[in-house]
């Protein structure tokens, strides 16, 4: 589904990511793990052309991200949510939800409220269509952005620290989403600091480390015997 | 000479029919004004260098230099350079574009700092979910930038409408100008130019009101 080999991305002189190859199959959760500023966002970012990519190949089925790919045609097949939500604050939960499909796949109106509806449902938010964003709880903003980018359809889902922002008593709410949305088959990489999702829901458990993959491996397996150092100095100042 | 205080009020119809052309001026200049300003602002925020620098140039002359000055160049110079001879009432066709031209650059930046305000999450949310930058713009960013623009757009509808006394300088007939005929009739400046002042400080305070309630309009609706 991706595949991503030898990726590079700097910003000016600053090189975040130091070729980073890691191939991801249909329906994998793969949990990406790493200290602040080893470039996991950055990493994120590129698999849907947020940044533009310095050197090295990303493949999302089958289509090349290389500079002249359609790049609205990737982003419709890769949802994003974001740390901070960002829902669109001037439109009630439903209409965040139903207006991608219209104005990008081209849904009809009805459409477009029948799968907002299904999704705002799924979501657990049937009762909240119609409020606006700021009316919102954090974990029910974040429940709404997961439906709105849900909405497209997407092959695959990026998350980047989904639950980072919230207050602890609303993790589990979004937490409870994700882990439904992995039992359903959706490709998924999670940025998360959330170990339990990670050992319970991962399948793949991927550390960056000063912009490489410095280990990878099952969740489990990396928890309990890290074999890289820097593994084990992270692993023990989060767990 | 004895001072009349009474021709103010005697003159009121013929100042009024001034004001009118005042606020003509000014609604038609600040509402293309605007629409040009949205233009420049959105060119000047572009990543195309040429169309970058042409949106930088213009506000930068337009903000920089006396609205008299771009009124003479557009009145007088205009027609100069290009060899033309000024069409009765030309300068009725330079006030509005002088005004138009001016007003659209200072919009410009209204809009461009309405629309950076904006968290740039917005534009990444929208973008993540595959809608094209117009798309964007259109749905997502000017939505919010609109309400963070009205007061500073009200404003700028204040300052015009002062501004366009200068057209008096090119015999349009507006408030001033009206004023200054009167004054040349009766040679009582104190009386007319104090009920001219008066008129234009009316306006500006109906207006600031206006804006005070739209401002609060929009704050609610949110
Ligand atoms: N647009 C940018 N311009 C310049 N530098 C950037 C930009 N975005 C990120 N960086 C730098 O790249 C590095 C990696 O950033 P990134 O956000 O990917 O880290 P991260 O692993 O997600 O960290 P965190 O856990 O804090 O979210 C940091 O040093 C950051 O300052
Ligand atoms: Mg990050």
Redesign the pocket.
């Given at each position: 589904m991706i595949k991503v080999k030898n990726l590079h991305k700097s910003?000016?002189r600053?090189e975040?990511l130091k070729g980073i190859n890691i191939h991801i199959k249909e329906q994998e959760v793969v949990v990406v793990i790493?200290?602040?500023?080893?470039?996991?966002?950055?990493?994120l970012r590129c698999l849907n052309k947020l940044e533009d990519i310095t050197s090295g190949e990303i493949i999302i089925d089958g289509i090349s991200l290389n500079s002249d790919a359609n790049v609205n045609l990737i982003r419709r097949e890769v949802g994003m949510v974001f740390q901070r939500f960002n829902l669109f604050p001037h439109m009630t939960a439903l209409e965040n939800v139903t207006l991608a499909p219209q104005i990008v796949r081209k849904a009809s109106k009805k459409e477009a409220l029948e799968i907002g509806l299904e999704l705002m449902n799924k979501v657990g938010l049937a009762d909240k269509i119609n409020e606006y964003p700021r009316r919102l709880s954090g974990g029910q903003q974040q429940r709404v952005a997961i439906a709105r980018a849900l909405a497209m359809k997407p092959k695959v889902m990026l998350f980047d620290?989904p639950t980072s922002a919230l207050d602890p008593e609303m993790v589990g709410e979004v937490l409870a989403v994700m882990r439904d949305l992995a039992r359903e088959g959706m490709t998924m990489v999670v940025?998360t600091h959330e170990m339990g999702f990670a050992r319970e829901v991962g399948d793949r458990l991927v550390f960056?480390d000063d912009g490489v993959v410095a280990e990878e491996g099952d969740p489990v397996e990396v928890f309990n015997n890290p074999k890289n150092p820097r593994t084990q100095a992270f692993l023990s100042k989060i767990l | 000479m004895v001072i009349d205080w009474g021709l103010g009020i005697e003159n009121l119809p013929i100042l009024l029919r001034g004001a009118k052309i005042t606020i003509q001026f000014t609604v038609v200049s600040v509402f293309l004004g605007s629409i040009l300003g949205l233009f420049f602002a959105l060119g000047r925020m572009s990543r195309i260098p040429i169309l970058k620098y042409f949106c930088v140039g213009y506000i930068d002359f337009f903000r920089g230099t006396p609205l008299l000055v771009q009124i003479l160049l557009i009145y007088v110079g205009v027609p100069h350079l290009f060899g033309f001879t000024m069409p009765d009432n030309y300068q009725y066709i330079a006030g509005y574009i002088a005004l138009s031209l001016n007003c659209a650059a200072y919009t410009a930046e209204i809009f461009r700092s309405g629309i950076q305000s904006i968290d740039p999450g917005q534009m990444e949310a929208a973008r993540s979910l595959g809608m094209t930058q117009y798309q964007a713009m259109r749905y997502i960013i000017l939505p919010q930038a609109f309400k963070v623009v009205v007061p500073p757009l009200g404003n700028e509808f204040i300052a015009m409408l002062k501004d366009s006394s200068l057209l008096a300088f090119i015999a349009i007939e507006d408030l001033l100008y009206s004023g200054k005929i009167i004054v040349g009739r009766t040679f009582q400046p104190m009386p007319i130019y104090l009920t001219v002042a008066l008129i234009y400080l009316f306006m500006t305070m109906a207006l600031s009101l206006l804006v005070n309630y739209t401002e609060r309009r929009l704050g609610k609706s949110d």
């Open positions: 910003f000016g600053l975040v790493g200290a602040s500023g080893s470039g996991k966002s950055t990493f620290e940025v960056i | -």
